[in-house]
């Protein structure tokens, strides 16, 4: 397998890094606080009124990133002219354009718009050896940048350890039970998607796999049933510098919590000092949904933008399905922007978000 530990696009990341100034100068919390926000939306053209919205948004700066599911793909050549026009709606700070493409039951491009789809993730590592995996994935990568998206949510990195799990097992959606089979295999899913020039996100930290509930429907607690094995194959790949991003589940382990029994998504003792401070990652962080019955059940849309942020979150990302409405990703940024004028660690947190997205964007193609 020819994965790395450092692809050249990462490198080109690292370089990107002393030219932040000359690809954005945000001058205002307003626009810092934009990066942060990446939302869903209604609309399948690039005439559709939703659509034209969210270009003037990026255009603005007033949103970093878009979400794309199977409601936003009428056809390949409908996708490839609505992530061109985003993409040119702020071509020098490029927005995160985003879906979720794992193969199986987890796609956005389907044949049924003529994309070519692929086993899920339990079926390619059973019959084929990374290097193989990894010429699958290249051809899926080459497919998804083909059409103009940047961002690619894979690859799972959950280990398969619970045959009942409804949400990871369920669909095949983990490479295997053991750590060092799912890390091999997220490598070539990686390196795949880094020579078509794509970003990809190791998910669903701290580890969906051994879970008994969906946090897409509520409370998930994994005190029972989580490992520290499950969190393997975060360590070598974060090691290695093969996480762009790292999406945080919805998940509640009591002994990662404090008095507010915060899940992980919204915890500082998961991702400041879990992910960055134990495991040394100082990349991106990214939510899962942060509309999932996890946490919509249980928090205001204020409460979560706060708690997330607070706890270390970079881009918070929300489907816009819940409630749907086009001014969701405006809503987000004005709660950002009140903290932040309220408090000045809080607005420290959104400038430290900020250099973070920065820097990876940089490592986006031009």
Do not use: C
């Amino acid at each position: 397998m020819s994965a790395k530990p450092l692809h050249a696009l990462a490198v080109a990341g690292a370089l990107g890094v002393a030219f932040l100034p000359t690809l954005a100068s945000a001058q205002s919390l307003e626009e810092m606080a934009g990066q942060m926000v990446a939302v869903g939306f209604q609309g399948a053209s690039v005439d559709a009124p939703d659509v034209a919205r969210l270009r003037q948004q990026i255009a603005a700066g007033e949103i970093g990133g878009v979400m794309f599911l199977r409601i936003n793909v009428e056809s390949l050549d409908a996708v490839r002219a609505m992530n061109a026009a985003f993409h040119e709606a702020s071509p020098d700070l490029p927005p995160f354009i985003t879906l979720d493409q794992e193969g199986g039951a987890v796609e956005r491009l389907t044949e049924a718009v003529g994309f070519r789809e692929i086993p899920n993730a339990r079926e390619i590592a059973a019959a084929n050896s990374p290097d193989a995996a990894e010429a699958i994935y290249a051809r899926m990568a080459a497919g998804i940048a083909d059409v103009g998206f940047t961002v690619n949510f894979g690859p799972v990195v959950d280990l398969d350890t619970n045959p009942d799990n409804q949400v990871i097992s369920r669909y095949g959606r983990a490479f295997a039970a053991d750590p060092e089979t799912v890390t091999a295999y997220a490598e070539a899913f990686i390196e795949a998607h880094r020579q078509a020039g794509l970003l990809t996100s190791l998910k669903h930290f701290p580890g969906h796999g051994s879970s008994t509930a969906d946090s897409h429907e509520g409370f998930v607690d994994i005190t029972e049933t989580w490992d520290e094995a499950e969190l393997d194959p975060y360590r070598t790949l974060i090691g290695q510098g093969m996480a762009d991003f790292v999406m945080i589940g919805h998940l509640f382990h009591s002994g990662y919590a404090d008095a507010r029994q915060l899940p992980s998504s919204l915890s500082p003792q998961w991702i400041t000092g879990v992910l960055r401070d134990e495991l040394g990652y100082d990349g991106v962080v990214i939510s899962d949904d942060l509309e999932m019955g996890a946490i919509r059940e249980h928090y205001s849309l204020e409460e979560t933008v706060v708690l997330a942020v607070e706890a270390g979150m970079d881009v918070l990302l929300f489907s816009n399905t819940a409630d749907y409405r086009p001014t969701l990703g405006d809503e987000i940024r004005a709660i950002l922007v009140a903290e932040g004028e309220a408090d000045p660690a809080f607005a420290a947190r959104i400038e430290e978000s900020y250099r973070r997205i920065l820097a990876l964007k940089a490592r986006l193609p031009g």
